[in-house]
């Protein structure tokens, strides 16, 4: 997947990590999904939907430091 702009997708349960290696190519950047929908734990509970980002293959992944 590649492009710039976003999707939304629902999902049931999962983890950011799984979407983001996915969607996006990176497991590690499963913090811009949350940062992006407004979360800040990567496991999802029930059905969710979630906006995607762009794939960014520039971008960081991980925790962001506090």
Do not use: F, K, Y
């Not at 990590?17 to 590690?28: K, N």
């Amino acid at each position: 997947m590649s492009g710039t702009t976003t999707i939304t997708i629902t999902v049931a349960g999962g983890n950011l990590c799984e979407i983001a290696a996915r969607h996006l190519g990176d497991a590690t950047q499963w913090i811009r999904i949350a940062q992006l929908n407004g979360l800040s734990d990567p496991a999802l509970v029930g059905l969710v939907t979630l906006v995607l980002p762009p794939v960014d293959p520039n971008a960081g992944g991980g925790v962001p430091r506090v």
